[in-house]
């Protein structure tokens, strides 16, 4: 039986491969980093609760209009592998991001401004994976709703496919997004961590 398995997999390209996964795991999010498939469940209720409660601050800030978009599950291009690509939570990007289609549904990450990712299943990847391919693809900001230890991070300055700033909020703070995603957003952590209660 699993040579039957392994067969149509053998001719397959990566990107074929995922495009297939994605097909027949409805639901599930499929990103191909550093040359690896990686699957995921689809999230529980207060993981799109989560997303909502930033959402809402990005979009008064005026970042979902004539300069930038606000927008879920958008592809990533990355620069570390031939297939390489994620699918953060949710992004803000350029307003012309559609100008900057690259390939398999995916954009140039120049347009990138801010990736946020809220751990779930993946946790471990958003905290230790996707930090270096963020970085190395030259976003400026990464921002890690960490709800299994209850925290929030903020990753800016990537150079040499590192973030060199880590900033660590527990609840009872806030904090303030960086101004070159394009306006001044400033989070309550208990606010972004609500949904987890």
Partial sequence: MSAALEEPF???????????????????RVEIIGGQITVTPPPDGPHGETLTDIMIPLWSAGLHGE???VVQGIGMWLPGGSSDYAIPDLSVVDADYRDHLIKHNCYDPAIFRLVVEVTSSNHLSDV???PGIYADAGVPAYLIVDRKNQKVMVLTEPRDGEYRVHAVHHPGQSFTLPESIGASVTLAVDDVLAAKK
């Fill in 128 to 130: 230790k994976v996707k």
């Fill in 10 to 28: 053998g001719r397959m390209t990566l990107l074929e491969t995922a495009e297939m996964l994605s097909e027949r795991l409805v639901g599930h």
């Fill in 67 to 69: 300069d930038s978009r």
